[in-house]
């Protein structure tokens, strides 16, 4: 019996009743082929286990029909496994397949890009990572259209869709100071990454306004850096009363240090509160307030932007914040 992975696109014309040049375009989305012919075609190559192949196609239509997703925090912060699931699923269900790169804490983007670039993707979505202005525009060069998720580069022709991470941090300041407390503390995440910085400059614009002191700690985004942070935050002379931490992982360390044999009480003696909502902020033994970040809405913009820009690359990049909730649960005192 003939293998029928050896089929070619000429034995499925042949079938059909098409040139084989037909049954190249019945395979484009975008082809002037019309339905009736495209049936005939498609019912043709299954009756003899024709499969096109992907990449001689891609020298028809000069794409790939591929995009290149850069993320990093993927095994330390569940907030992007999920950004990573919707992300992928929103490009399948446009007919872009998804290419995976996956950098670490000691890798360089820059380094790494190049990389991506020699398979030849339409189009590069960058999470929890960051893109100098010199690789964003070496991109450009090449024409090949990049989009940040939760990232910005001032002045980059990038696209970028992130939350209001400023705005985020005004909320939980001013809900700080509506709940009466006097010594606020900023657990901040990685010092280079705009969501902490911006998340930072909200937080403190309002308590500066309000002419209130604040007490600050780094935990790099890190469940054990922000426990140990917590314990130097707790034992000063002056101890913190609330404490803003710049992501939820950072907030669960913090509530663990602060339960753990210091002898003091949650929500009574100090709040707590996060920023993401990822699932386990919801959980009885966490129960965190927090700042819901409007994932699904970044998602459905970020890919329609770059799937936009794919089909023309004339267009202009585009940038917008999407204003994020405070969801209120047990680990802060509410409002009198």
């Not at 929103?90 to 890798?107: C, I, S, W």
């Not at 990038?158 to 709940?179: E, H, I, R």
């Not at 469940?223 to 710049?246: G, H, K, Q, W």
């Not at 033994?285 to 023309?312: C, G, Y």
Request: aromatic share 6%; net charge neutral; hydrophobic share 35%.
């Amino acid at each position: 019996m003939k293998n029928k992975t050896n089929t070619t696109s000429t034995q499925v014309a042949n079938l059909a009743g098409v040139s084989q040049s037909t049954v190249s375009r019945a395979y484009l989305p975008e082809s002037p082929v019309t339905e009736k012919t495209r049936q005939k075609v498609l019912e043709a190559a299954k009756k003899l286990g024709y499969q096109p192949n992907a990449m001689a196609r891609s020298l028809i239509t000069r794409r790939s029909n591929m995009v290149g997703i850069v993320i990093s925090n993927v095994t330390t912060n569940p907030f992007y496994p999920e950004v990573l699931d919707l992300l992928s699923r929103k490009f399948q269900e446009n007919g872009q397949k998804v290419m995976l790169f996956v950098v670490h804490r000691d890798q360089s983007l820059d380094d790494i890009l190049p990389q991506l670039l020699e398979y030849q993707v339409d189009g590069i979505i960058i999470t929890a990572a960051t893109l100098s202005s010199d690789m964003s525009y070496e991109c450009e060069r090449r024409g090949t259209p990049v989009t940040l998720f939760n990232r910005y580069i001032p002045k980059s022709n990038a696209s970028w869709f992130c939350c209001d991470n400023k705005a985020g941090g005004s909320m939980v300041a001013q809900f700080l100071l509506d709940s009466r407390h006097k010594r606020p503390a900023y657990l901040a995440g990685s010092e280079d990454t705009t969501t902490s910085i911006d998340r930072e400059k909200g937080f403190l614009e309002i308590m500066n306004k309000n002419g209130v002191d604040t007490l600050r700690e780094v935990g790099n985004y890190n469940y054990n850096e922000a426990y140990a942070a917590t314990v130097r935050l707790m034992e000063r002379p002056d101890p913190a009363d609330s404490i803003f931490c710049s992501n939820d992982i950072m907030a669960f360390g913090a509530l663990d240090a602060i339960r753990s044999g210091m002898k003091l009480r949650v929500p009574e003696d100090v709040s707590i509160i996060g920023f993401d909502d990822i699932p386990m902020a919801s959980w009885p033994s966490f129960n965190l307030t927090t700042v819901r970040q409007p994932v699904r809405d970044m998602v459905d913009a970020s890919v329609e932007d770059l799937i936009s820009r794919i089909k023309e690359p004339e267009n202009p990049p585009n940038h917008k914040v999407i204003m994020g909730e405070l969801i209120v649960r047990g680990s802060s005192r509410i409002p009198i």
